[in-house]
């Protein structure tokens, strides 16, 4: 079983789906050569709209696979992955087109950076969701702090970050987080949500979307990715964080 799928869809729509839902969805490096593939087919000019999600209905993502990335104890051992995996996020966030996170399941860690690399986020009624990086004793790596403030207010984006807990649907929705919530078909959900914009011009989604991607450049987003996955680095090759991998891992 390939461990994503990319599917592209007559109107113009791009659906890139984390096919590993026996471990919720977790990153690994393949998922990242996936994503990759997913953003070089998304900027071809017949594609509207790119939407993320997840295989099966546990998990959106559940954020980086740590039975692969526990093995990684130095600053620098993580800096390369942690780096990697926030350019291609830098690549989502600054696609010129609609991106949409499809949260089928929940997000948690890494999973909510990945969904606030895109510009809306739409939840199944169930899910929960929750920046939990604080519990493992480290903090964003990936751009999603960045990325998070660029999406909800400071207040919002900080508390997020801070508490490091998981949040309802509706307490998303309140905080700005996810834009809609829906409780059928997920695809057809984001169709519902994408209908308006998908039946205009690409060209002028395109132009919108240049307008805020101007905004975030002059905001300075990508150096601050590049600061916040440094700093995550420093707090990776702490004992603090190597203890709570290991205690989730031996569970
Ligand atoms: C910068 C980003 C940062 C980084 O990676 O560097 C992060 O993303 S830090 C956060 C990393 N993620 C986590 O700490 C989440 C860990 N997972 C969970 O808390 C739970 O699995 C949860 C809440 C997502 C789902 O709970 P549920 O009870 O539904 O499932 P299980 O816990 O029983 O897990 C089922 C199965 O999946 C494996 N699994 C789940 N998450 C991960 C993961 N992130 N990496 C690797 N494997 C994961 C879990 O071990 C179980 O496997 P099994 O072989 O069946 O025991």
Redesign the pocket.
Known sequence: MKPYMLEVHEDGLAVFTINRP???N?ISYEIMDGLGEALAAAEEDQIKALVITGAGD??FC??????S?HQLKTEEEAFEM?NRMSELLVRLFFLPKPTIALLNG?A???GC?LASACDFRLARKEVNAGF??GT?A?T???GGGTFLSERVTSSNAMKMLMEACLYNSDELKDMGFIQSVYTGDPIESCRTFLNKMLVLEGDVLKSYKGMFIRKWKEAGVEERVKQEVRN?AVLWQGEAHHKQVDK?LKK
Do not use: M, N, P, Y
């Not at 559940?62 to 039975?67: A, E, R």
């Open positions: 026996e471990k919720r977790a546990k998990a559940s954020g980086g696979d740590l039975s990335f942690l929940i948690v860690g890494g950076e939990i990086q493992l480290i964003t790596g990936w995550c989730f």
